[in-house]
Antibody
């Protein structure tokens, strides 16, 4: 079964660091991109960035550039999202999702597999 | 303010049909595939439509997608109470700040 399994919920204080994970299984982890999507309480989906575990090529949304770091360890089929100094406004559900790229057309495919989400709560 | 524009809410009675629009521009919808996602309360988003009009295995043919120019539409026929959810369109934006983009989401209420 193709799946992405994310790490568990986190409760942190402002200023603390955090790294959450997303482990892929059932497919070639290095052949698809892994994206991260934020959903703040009661709000919509926001695209944060994406990484290609095959060569660690990473793209960020301007809204999140410099605020988070996306990385991957292909040896253990795991992608990461990390913060060096959390803020209360980082409180949200974070999803990872698999995305393909159509080389022939240059079009990006859909997010076809989603993780279950990791709830991050930042509060003093 | 989302790059892609969706109506905040739509509603219809069970058994009826509803459409949800998604409006963008030439740098996103006009130049890439559109996908649609269903998010039931308290769950992760789920792929409903990919490459503008294709359904993943297991998605009933009550759900359909179309794209024309810089707009896309999700159609749902034979509405069921279990279809009550938030629906999001998504695509890639090829502008200077290239990256994925989503619509703001549409809450479907089945009356």
């Amino acid at each position: 079964e193709v799946q992405l399994v994310q790490s568990g919920a986190e409760v942190k204080k402002p200023g603390e660091s955090l790294k959450i994970s997303c482990k892929g299984s059932g497919y070639s982890f290095t052949s698809y991109w892994i994206g991260w999507v934020r959903q703040m309480p009661g709000k919509g989906l926001e695209w944060m960035g994406i990484i290609y575990p095959g060569d660690s090529d990473t793209r960020y949304s301007p809204s999140f550039q410099g605020q988070v770091t996306i990385s991957a360890d292909k040896s253990i089929s795991t992608a990461y999202l990390q913060w060096s100094s959390l803020k209360a406004s980082d409180t949200a559900m974070y999803y990872c999702a698999r995305q393909g790229y159509d080389i022939l057309t240059g079009y990006w495919r859909a997010f076809d597999i989603w993780g279950q989400g990791t709830m991050v709560t930042v509060s003093s | 303010q989302s790059v892609l524009t969706q109506p905040p809410s739509v509603s219809a009675a069970p058994g009826q049909k509803v459409t949800i629009s998604c409006s963008g521009s030439s740098s996103n919808i006009g130049n890439n595939y559109v996908s649609w996602y269903q998010q039931l309360p308290g769950t992760a988003p789920k792929l409903l439509i990919y490459e503008n009009n294709k359904r993943p295995s297991g998605i009933p043919d009550r759900f359909s997608g179309s794209k024309s120019g810089t707009s896309a539409t999700l159609g749902i026929t034979g509405l069921q109470t279990g279809d009550e959810a938030d629906y999001y369109c998504g695509t890639w934006d090829s502008s200077l700040s290239a990256g994925g983009v989503f619509g703001g989401g549409t809450k479907l209420t089945v009356l």
